[in-house]
């Protein structure tokens, strides 16, 4: 079965510049999460995708951060105009309830974002 | 609230047990176990959930205290593979099940 596949890996911008990051997620897995993970930090959740709805935004800077996930499959995250702070690796995750309650959240491999 | 796990850090040989603990403030529906190596995802071990179920792929086990709001990651006979950040993220219910992720505990193994 295949991964949570995310590009770019790396990304290099100098401050106000815009950039996107895009996630496909696990075939069949109809949430969908982004996650900024700051060095030497837990992920932190910016977003939460229920097929092309958000479930929930709360911690999203909305100001500078736009995500969407328009036919319920592929997302991308957006940052305009970036700060030095945003320098951080972007986690997508998605995930499938297990049988019972909860579920398992599987990580993509990320995309580490520099901002100079 | 984040959760807040200890210890930080962690020096094992080989062979060694570990107990790692995370803490919330929070009531929890279910915590969860990830391990994350140095420029790699995180990858799960463990969910535990409110009543006492646990779900998990990797042969470590945990507990959960609901009326503490406390769980333990328990890592017997250390191997070196197990070296990484192990998270313990937080579920307290609701609709959003995103998840609140602790600070990790660098675990180091050594020969």
């Known amino acids: 079965e295949a991964g949570v596949a995310q590009s770019p890996r790396y990304k290099i911008i100098e401050k106000r510049q815009s950039v996107a990051f895009w996630c496909n997620p696990i075939s069949g897995h109809a949430t969908l999460y982004w996650y900024q993970q700051i060095l030497g930090q837990g992920p932190k959740l910016l977003i939460q995708?229920?097929?092309?709805?958000?479930?929930?935004d709360s911690q999203l800077p909305k100001d500078r951060f736009s995500a969407e996930r328009l036919k319920g499959v592929d997302s991308t995250l957006k940052i305009q105009p970036a700060k030095l702070e945003d320098s951080a690796v972007y986690l997508c995750?998605?995930?499938?309830?297990?049988?019972?309650?909860?579920?398992?959240?599987?990580f993509g491999p990320g995309t580490r974002l520099t901002v100079l | 609230q984040q959760p807040v796990q200890s210890p930080q850090a962690v020096i094992l040989r080989e062979g060694e047990d570990a107990v790692i603990n995370c803490s919330s403030s929070k009531a929890l529906y279910s915590v969860h176990w990830y391990r994350q190596k140095h420029g790699e995802a995180p990858v799960f071990l463990m969910i535990l959930l409110k009543g006492g179920e646990q779900k998990g792929h990797e042969k470590i086990s945990a507990s959960f205290n609901e009326k503490k709001q406390q769980s333990s990651l328990y890592l017997t006979a250390s191997q070196l593979s197990y070296s990484g950040t192990y998270f313990c993220g937080t579920y307290s219910g609701g609709g959003a099940d995103g998840l609140t992720f602790g600070k990790g505990t660098h675990l180091i193994i050594q020969p």
């Open positions: 995708f229920q097929n092309n709805g958000v479930v929930d």
């Open positions: 995750a998605s995930s499938y309830p297990l049988a019972g309650g909860g579920n398992e959240q599987f």
